[in-house]
């Protein structure tokens, strides 16, 4: 005969919900704007160097979508604005 043994082991876990004041642009493709266009207005806008700006150019053309800024919302607010004013498609999330 055999005798087998069962351990019980109780493992508890601690789920922590982080809740962050972050908020972020989103900009999204379209089929109307160049990326020059584009690569300049996020340089001008959300002071990127143009080498990151022509990084989410690309992003943004071939997954239809690119996070290009976060912060608070009070910071993102213009400069969601200033992309919408330049024809370009973005919102903040």
């Given at each position: 005969?055999?005798?087998?043994?069962?351990?019980k082991?109780?493992?508890?876990?601690?789920?922590?919900?982080?809740?962050?004041?972050?908020?972020?642009?989103?900009?999204?493709?379209?089929?109307?704007?160049?990326?020059?266009?584009?690569?300049?207005?996020?340089?001008?806008?959300?002071?990127?160097?143009?080498?990151?700006?022509?990084?989410?150019?690309?992003?943004?053309?071939?997954?239809?979508?690119?996070?290009?800024?976060?912060?608070?919302l009070?910071?993102?607010?213009?400069?969601?604005?200033?992309?919408?004013?330049?024809?370009?498609?973005?919102?903040?999330?």
């Open positions: 005969m055999s005798t087998s043994t069962r351990e082991v109780s493992v508890e876990v601690l789920v922590e919900e982080v809740i962050s004041d972050t908020y972020k642009i989103v900009l999204f493709n379209d089929d109307v704007n160049t990326f020059d266009h584009v690569i300049e207005t996020l340089v001008r806008v959300c002071d990127h160097e143009p080498l990151q700006a022509e990084q989410c150019a690309l992003l943004v053309h071939y997954t239809g979508k690119c996070e290009v800024k976060s912060g608070e009070t910071d993102l607010l213009p400069k969601c604005s200033a992309l919408l004013d330049a024809g370009l498609s973005a919102e903040i999330q």
